[in-house]
């Protein structure tokens, strides 16, 4: 097997445990999003420490560090806060293309805070997925119903923020376990004086539903960086949007969920953008190797 298809392998593979994932969340019934995603870093705080320590990565942030990894990880964690809740008030293939939005925001910001510049095309492409984005939230005159689309689609800016720092940090040298054990830890830390004052009961079933969210969320993070090795993310990272394909399918599997007809439009078009800038995009790396 190519590196190149190991990549598309791992990063499919990826999408399958983050779609797992948000069913998980589903699943554990109505605990408070906060709950949910407390358990679900401390899961993935222990196993990137556990990379951390098998790799003798020191645990100490690296110098002048401290700022980006706290923006990344504020806006991760109301990322996942975000996201949790549209997982748990709208159908799960719906919260799953909103949050996939996060890399047309990651788009926005590297102009807005790296100041990249950004070529028309992609610009195009970034307003067609916000139309797109429309057909899911349908805003309207009931607000209320629209409501949980609309934090669904904060989730994904807040994605999109935190994976522009996540470059940002790499960029500086900063290895991808501590970025990911940070934000963890940080997650974990914000969100325990909640648990601690407003703690809801669980039975022993969701306890263990939700240790399957974070042991699946680490599953995906793992895999997605893994993949990232093995091919760079202009040849790859169009096949993270296999995850509509598996949300849409355990969504049925396990709630009898079907997207209506608008929904669907909306996919297309976000995912037709998503394949218009991926092609752009390896159109221009390749265009000096053939001049």
Sequence with gaps: ???KNKGILLIILSAFFFALMNIMVRLSGDLP????????NFVAMFFALFTLCKNRVPLSVPKGQLKPLLIRSICGTLGILCNF??????MVADAS????LSPFFAILFSFLLLHEKVHPFAAGC???AFIGSLFVIRPGIDF?????AFIGLLGGLGAGIAYTYVRILGQNGVKGPFIVFFFSAFSCLVTLPFLLFH??????????ILLLAGLFASGGQFT???AYTYAPAREISIYDYSQIIFSTILGFLFFGQIPDRLSFVGYGIIILASIAIFLFNNRKKEAPHTA
């Design 126 to 128: 970034v307003f067609t």
């Design 85 to 90: 809740y549209a997982v748990d008030h709208l």
């Design 199 to 208: 703690f809801q009961p669980m039975s022993l079933k969701q306890f263990g």
């Design 224 to 226: 997605i960086t893994a």
């Design 144 to 148: 209320m119903a629209s409501f949980p």
């Design 33 to 40: 999003s906060i709950e949910k995603s407390f358990f679900r």
């Design 1 to 3: 097997m190519s590196q």
């Design 97 to 100: 293309i909103l949050n996939k």
